[in-house]
């Protein structure tokens, strides 16, 4: 009886394990339905890191990268007049909910240690970023790299960031990951002046790309 307990319990982790998606597998430019198999279970949202379109959810445990398993977490700020919650969510980028074609995905991870795992992991795997930033004193971390990975024909951003909260009792280590397909463009806001437009065009042919709006969030 005790061995079939134990074969039920492994057959049910490795079921479990199997069901999950491997984040670093998933192939972009492709339909999203083989992601998001029943997007009643997803919230449509309008990004506000990432301006693109998404599906969203919390069930990050569905979710793998690589070897790496995540947790379903959220952290609830004790203090009274605060609106804000830190939660572990999951958006996938679609060019629109017709044609549902992944453009990319973004992962925030509030569970430090998970964080941490997959931070370390993407680095250490990536290798030379074509641009970081490093901070890491005072008991505050506040890093960023990014990567063109030409190879995979997609863009990697990765940071971490200390978020206090409770009246800044509390802190921790939030870590997102952001992944893109190369090439990509942003359209300007819609009643922007057409004239700044031009000369944004006109100083950086390429400044709507997202390869080029990424860069810019590092120091020079």
Not at 7 to 26: A, G
Not at 79 to 104: M, Q
Not at 152 to 181: G, H, M, P, W
Request: proline fraction near 2%; include cysteine.
């Amino acid at each position: 009886m005790k061995n079939l307990i134990l074969l039920f319990t492994i057959t049910l982790m490795i079921t479990s394990c199997n069901s999950q998606t491997d984040l670093e597998k998933i192939k972009l430019d492709t339909n999203v339905s083989s992601i998001v198999k029943d997007s009643t279970k997803f919230e449509k949202e309008n990004d506000v890191i990432f301006p693109f379109i998404s599906y969203e959810t919390n069930k990050v445990n569905n979710y793998s990268f690589g070897k790496l398993s995540f947790t379903n977490y959220r952290i609830e700020d004790t203090d009274k007049n605060s609106l804000i919650n830190y939660e572990s969510r999951i958006s996938f980028f679609v060019d629109n909910y017709e044609s549902n074609k992944l453009l990319g995905f973004a992962i925030r991870i509030e569970k430090e240690d998970e964080g941490n795992d997959l931070f370390n992991y993407v680095k250490n795997k990536l290798g030379k970023p074509l641009k970081q930033n490093v901070y890491n004193k005072d008991n505050h971390v506040q890093s960023s790299y990014l990567w063109d990975d030409k190879a995979r024909n997609q863009l990697i951003y990765i940071k971490q960031n200390t978020e206090y909260f409770s009246n800044e009792k509390n802190k921790f280590i939030s870590t997102e990951l952001a992944v893109f397909k190369r090439g990509l463009k942003l359209n300007p806001d819609e009643g922007t002046d057409s004239q700044k437009i031009k000369n944004l065009l006109d100083e950086n042919p390429n400044a709507f790309d997202v390869l080029e709006i990424l860069k810019n969030r590092f120091q020079n």
